[in-house]
């Protein structure tokens, strides 16, 4: 079974670019969320979708971060326009319905902002 | 005050040491506690549940004590391969599954 992808591994961008990250959850998980770790911090939430829904979004930073899950399959985190705060690791996890405690982490985004 | 807190470390330890870590969450209310392992540059992974009534899994053991919202492992005959961060993670009542991360334990095992 393949488990939860992200894509880009690594961006680089300058403060003010806009960058657009992706998560492909386990297939059959309705499950998904965001997480991110800036430096020196803890790993902390940012949202939640149940299927295309969004569940929670009480982590999200301000209105620069977007998140979509159309169809609710593979979800994007858009950040725009991107400033130096932003730059961290940004990890994507998802979790089976019936099981939703146990959430599988992808590899993570590092984003560089300069 | 954060509201899971873990001594930073790092432990180091030689092989064959028991290691035990601690952790602490402040929201009462807390209802799911697990440990998870992230390896350097790596993402977090599930290493074991944290029950009241205790649970071991090989040479790891996790308990819970909710009267003191206190979490701890402890790793018996530590290994090369368990050098790595120990995450200490809450998911609280009407959560809807937001895990809630301390930021972790560093342990090193040496030769």
């Known amino acids: 079974e393949a488990g939860v992808t992200q894509f880009p591994s690594h961006s680089v961008i300058e403060k003010g670019q806009t960058v657009t990250l992706r998560c492909d959850p386990i297939?059959?998980?309705?499950?998904l969320y965001w997480y991110r770790r800036v430096m020196g911090k803890e790993i902390k939430f940012l949202l939640h979708?149940?299927?295309?829904?969004?569940?929670?979004e009480s982590g999200m930073p301000n209105n620069r971060f977007l998140a979509e899950r159309t169809g609710g399959t593979y979800s994007t985190l858009k950040v725009q326009p991107a400033e130096l705060e932003d730059s961290g690791v940004y990890f994507c996890?998802?979790?089976?319905?019936?099981?939703?405690?146990?959430?599988?982490f992808g590899p993570g985004t590092r984003l560089l902002v300069l | 005050r954060k509201e899971v807190e873990q001594d930073p470390g790092p432990f180091n330890v030689p092989e064959g040491a028991t290691v035990a870590f601690n952790c602490t969450y402040s929201?009462?209310?807390?209802?799911?506690f697990f440990w998870y392992r992230q390896d350097c540059r790596k993402e977090p992974k599930l290493l074991m549940s944290?029950?009241?009534s205790g649970n071991e899994d090989g040479r790891f053991t996790a308990q819970l004590n909710r009267a003191s919202q206190y979490i701890s492992l402890l790793i018996r005959d530590s290994k090369l391969s368990d050098s790595a961060t120990y995450l200490c993670?809450?998911?609280?009542?009407?959560?809807?599954?937001?895990?809630?991360f301390g930021a972790g334990t560093r342990l090193a095992v040496h030769p």
């Open positions: 996890a998802s979790s089976h319905p019936g099981l939703w405690e146990t959430q599988y």
């Open positions: 297939s059959g998980h309705d499950n």
């Open positions: 993670v809450v998911i609280s009542s009407g959560g809807y599954n937001k895990l809630i």
């Open positions: 979708f149940v299927k295309e829904s969004k569940q929670d």
């Open positions: 929201n009462s209310a807390s209802q799911s």
């Open positions: 944290v029950y009241s």
